[in-house]
Structures are given as C-alpha cells and as structure tokens.
C-alpha cells in the first residue's frame, strides 16, 4: 500500500499538486491513501485540485500554533503501525522538521519519498529521503531577451571584416591659409576695442542619484492589500491566530526570516490589533470606516 500525505500549508499550488501526482502515479504506482492537512484557507484554495485527483481534506484547529506538521506526523505513525504495514509513504513538503518522522519511518523498514517545491525543500533533510522529487518551474535556466539580443551584437561586431579606413583629408595649400590668417588679423585690428562682457559661471551639475544598496534585490511594496491577499481570513474581522498569519506572510514573501510578522503588522496600528500587547498571540483586522 502506497501513502501520499499532503502538507498543504507548503505544497499550496494545484500546479504543483497535480505535477506531484502525475510523476508518482507513471514511477511509483498507484497511491491508495492521498490525505491533504493544512488551514481552512490553503484547503480551500486547492479544493478543485483535491476533488479532482480525490484526496481526503483534514483542516487544522484553529489554535495560536500551527498544528499542520503535527497532525500529519500522528497519522503517518498511526498508518505505519498499521497491519500490512505501508510499502511506501510519501510526504509532500520540503520543510526540514519532518526529518525525525522519516528517520523513524524508514527504521521501520518503509520507503520515504520526499514531493516538494524547488523553492522550499530543504537542505538538512536530503539525505533522510529515499528519494526526492522537485516540482515546480525551474529559475534562472533561459536568458533574457536583452542578453540574448547583446550576444548578437557582440558576435557581429566580431565576425565583419575590419573596417577600412578613411583616407585623410586633402591638405589646403600653404598659400591660401597664409592668406586667410592675414585677412583675419587685419579685421581684428580693425574693429574697435570693446570692454569684455562678463560670463556667468555654469551652474552647477547636480549630482545624479544613487540607487539605494540592496535595490535590485528589494522586496516588493508592501501595503495593506497585500497582506490581506495573502492571509484572506482576515478580511472577516475576527481574530486569527498570528502564527497561521506569520506563515502566511512568510509563504507570500512579504517578509524575510529575519523580520517578526507583529514588527511588520505593527506598522499598520490602525488596521490591525495585536492581543495581547504585551506576547500577542492573535491578530484581527479593524476595516476602514467608510466615507459617509
């Protein structure tokens, strides 16, 4: 019996999903149990996909912790006691704290394949897998237009012959500029004297602006609609856990490892409340009152 457990708080695309299946289904065989565990909002998001490809939904509790993780490691243990015992059990994240659930799957004698996002699977937790599936596009394999359109340039400039060169310009006789220069000096000595007229100094150039350090590698504008794109439970003004909202925030890259979600939502003190003040552990949104 094969298994395919779904975390889909990190395997969150239906792209991703059906990609995961269809390589599993054409290199491992078919896969009986096909669970997905995550929050109310991720399930819902992947609902067609998981409809589609008929895989059992388990929603989280609703606590200040997110318990996606958990839940899915109980139910691999509970499915690997089980007699006959599971052949092979995927498990479909590339977060690292799974590491100590593999190791003890496969000292049961059970496969473990590992499905994951290229983006997100981590490092520590290579070797642990039997095996590891990356899905997903692949970055940074194709140039871009302008390289690419560079590089012809370059090879053309390379590749035509020399450019011959321009034959110098017919020298005037000695006679006609010795003539010239008179004619101009006699003019000069001509013309009455006249006091200099002062010239302005130019203006100073102003100094061209520098690009900030790190602008090429900024993050994305942050504002109020992206938050609230990225965590759509907040939209109905009830309290939500903030550890389900920091994920989320996380996975949507509107902040990095080294920033807190309550440091960036505290931006924002009038659209969002933090309890308690002092640790909070919920977040709820406070909607703009509208113009009367």
């Given at each position: 019996m094969n298994v395919f457990l779904i975390d889909a708080d990190n395997l969150n695309s239906g792209a991703w999903?059906?990609?995961?299946?269809?390589?599993?289904?054409?290199?491992?065989?078919?896969?009986?149990?096909?669970?997905?565990?995550?929050?109310?909002?991720?399930?819902?998001?992947?609902?067609?996909t998981l409809c589609a490809w008929a895989v059992r939904p388990f929603v989280n509790l609703a606590l200040t912790k997110n318990t996606t993780d958990m839940a899915?490691?109980?139910?691999?243990?509970?499915?690997?006691?089980?007699?006959?015992?599971?052949?092979?059990?995927?498990?479909?994240?590339?977060?690292?704290?799974?590491?100590?659930?593999?190791?003890?799957?496969?000292?049961?004698?059970?496969?473990?394949?590992?499905?994951?996002?290229?983006?997100?699977?981590?490092?520590?937790?290579?070797?642990?897998?039997?095996?590891?599936?990356?899905?997903?596009?692949?970055?940074?394999?194709?140039p871009s237009a302008p390289a690419r359109k560079t590089a012809r340039k370059t090879a053309a400039k390379t590749s035509s012959p020399a450019a011959s060169p321009k034959p110098a310009a017919a020298k005037t006789p000695a006679k006609k500029v010795a003539a010239k220069t008179s004619t101009r000096t006699k003019a000069q000595q001509e013309q009455p004297a006249t006091s200099p007229v002062p010239v302005p100094p130019p203006a100073p150039e102003k100094p061209a602006p520098q690009p900030a350090?790190?602008?090429?590698?900024?993050?994305?504008?942050?504002?109020?609609?992206a938050i609230l794109a990225a965590v759509p439970a907040l939209q109905t003004g009830q309290a939500q856990p903030l550890a389900a909202v920091a994920?989320?925030?996380?996975?949507?890259?509107?902040?990095?490892?080294?920033?807190?979600?309550?440091?960036?939502?505290?931006?924002?003190?009038q659209q969002f409340v933090l309890a308690p003040p002092e640790k909070p552990r919920t977040v709820q949104y406070i909607p703009a009152p509208s113009a009367a």
């Open positions: 999903v059906d990609e995961a299946f269809r390589v599993l289904q054409e290199t491992e065989g078919p896969l009986p149990v096909r669970r997905a565990y995550g929050s109310a909002e991720n399930l819902k998001s992947l609902a067609d899915l490691a109980v139910d691999a243990m509970e499915l690997a006691c089980q007699s006959p015992t599971p052949g092979l059990i995927v498990i479909g994240s590339g977060d690292a704290d799974f590491t100590p659930l593999v190791v003890r799957l496969r000292e049961r004698g059970i496969r473990v394949v590992c499905v994951s996002e290229r983006s997100k699977m981590g490092r520590e937790a290579l070797p642990a897998y039997d095996r590891v599936i990356l899905v997903g596009p692949e970055q940074g394999t194709a350090e790190g602008a090429a590698h900024a993050m994305p504008l942050l504002d109020l609609a994920k989320a925030l996380l996975d949507a890259r509107l902040r990095g490892k080294n920033m807190t979600a309550t440091k960036l939502l505290k931006k924002f003190p």
